[in-house]
């Protein structure tokens, strides 16, 4: 009962707030170097051999509830300056390196 009450208030303090000023941030996984666990050209066979990589991008996506205002998405990978953006001046992201990743 409590929850419901808690939600209930909560529910009550954003519609004090514009619509356009309550944002949403999520954030997901992408493993950009995992291998297939199985094939396509055999129904039914699966992959072996080999370790799966652990390398990972995270991307954080926001905007705000009437969906006009969308920040641009952040991406966050281990190296700090990848060899993949190399020369890349402009990107339709923001990117950051964190070696505690992976």
């Known amino acids: 009962k409590s929850k419901r009450m808690e939600s209930r208030r909560n529910t009550k303090h954003y519609l004090d707030y514009d619509p356009k000023d309550i944002y949403n941030a999520d ?21 072996s051999g080999g370790k799966k990589s652990k390398l990972r991008l995270t991307v954080l996506l926001c905007f705000n509830s009437t969906g006009n205002a969308k920040l641009r998405p952040l991406i966050t990978g281990k190296s700090k300056f990848p060899r993949c953006l190399k020369g890349c001046w402009f990107l339709p992201c923001e990117y950051q390196g964190n070696k505690k990743l992976g």
């Open 27 to 47: 954030e997901t996984g992408i493993f950009h170097q995992l291998p297939p666990h199985r094939t396509s050209a055999v129904r039914g066979e699966q992959c």
